[in-house]
């Protein structure tokens, strides 16, 4: 399911390219929470989780950016809810909190896959990908007890309503997911599994494709929305050059160095406003390799301790095309 990600595609409109957005990373965010209620969580065969649990979920509203949309599902063998929670104000968070307070833990049978299955379905057909970016978290401590459940098949109907900023984390809270599991949620674009108390983070490359007249070299600014700075700042990233498509002349390669091409942290990144931040780099072109081409971009972040950080999407394009073309201009920024 992991393929080459082209988020965006530039047309030539007489002497400008226009730039074409696949899907706004500045959207509102939906954020839908399908919460375990099974007797497990609470020591039934094993040791009551549900108090670190509860406060788990406090932590993680406390980290949602408003305005925003939460939707809470809880279940078992079936799916109950959603609850919907219009978070614009800390009090709102507090009805969040009390709401998961307030959940009857007393379900039996752990139904994972037609679960998430029903939330995703309702997610997308009440919030379109079209003006909302999503976040969908799974938290169970159990494995999937329904017979002829189908992974694969939620997954990939999953992949087939995403969006580009859109993201899937499966919270396995006692590491009871089989690796075939692990394995089939790793494979999936936008999605993620992370094992205990788990915190999820994905920052948003906020780039369009960008174009640059060809030249010994050139410097750029990338641009990223962060759902957490705190965490953010705390972490780190790799930044490599995933590949350099050639377009145009014959018997020319395009021998091409991202500076820097190496980790970065948070620290180094330039702040623009709340959840807004860039940092800049320079594209050189050794021994004037002057070839027009695609430069493919890669992001991978460093996950520390219970820190799993993600970047959705995981590359973006430079279109680099030598000084007889027209002069380029961005028409659309934020």
């Not at 007797?39 to 108090?51: C, E």
């Not at 396995?172 to 394995?183: C, F, G, I, N, V």
């Not at 980790?263 to 959840?275: H, L, Q, T």
């Amino acid at each position: 399911m992991k393929k080459a990600f082209f988020l965006l595609t530039a047309l030539l409109l007489g002497a400008t390219f226009q730039i074409v957005k696949a899907q706004d990373a500045n959207h509102p965010y939906v954020h839908c929470v399908i919460l375990d209620k099974t007797m497990s969580m609470t020591g039934h065969g094993g040791t009551n989780i549900w108090a670190d649990v509860q406060n788990y979920c406090y932590e993680w509203i406390d980290g949602v950016r408003q305005p925003a949309t939460v939707l809470l599902f809880t279940f078992d063998k079936d799916l109950y809810g959603p609850q919907k929670f219009a978070i614009e104000t800390e009090d709102d968070k507090r009805k969040f909190k009390d709401a998961v307070k307030n959940i009857v833990v007393d379900g039996r049978f752990t139904y994972i896959s037609s679960n998430i299955g029903k939330a995703i379905d309702h997610v997308y057909a009440n919030y379109p990908k079209s003006a909302n970016n999503h976040r969908i978290y799974l938290i169970t401590d159990g494995i999937e007890e329904e017979t002829g459940s189908d992974l694969a098949g939620v997954l990939n109907r999953y992949c087939g309503k995403r969006g580009d900023y859109d993201y899937l984390y499966y919270v396995d809270l006692r590491d009871m997911a089989p690796q075939s599991t692990k394995d089939l949620i790793k494979m999936t674009d936008g999605a993620d599994i992370g094992k205990g108390f788990v915190k999820f983070m994905t920052i948003s490359p906020v780039l369009p494709t960008v174009n640059y007249v060809l030249g010994a070299s050139n410097s750029f600014d990338q641009q990223f929305v962060v759902m957490d700075e705190d965490l953010f700042l705390g972490m780190s990233f790799d930044v490599k050059i995933d590949s350099v498509v050639k377009i145009g002349m014959e018997g020319v390669e395009p021998n091409v160095n991202l500076n820097p091409s190496m980790n970065i942290n948070g620290n180094k990144m330039e702040r623009i406003e709340e959840g807004k931040y860039k940092i800049s780099f320079m594209l050189d072109f050794i021994n004037n390799s002057e070839c027009e081409c695609d430069v493919y971009v890669g992001l991978a972040g460093r996950n520390q301790g219970d820190k799993i950080l993600n970047f959705e999407p995981t590359n973006f394009r430079i279109q680099v095309r030598n000084q007889a073309k027209p002069s380029v201009k961005i028409i659309k920024g934020w």
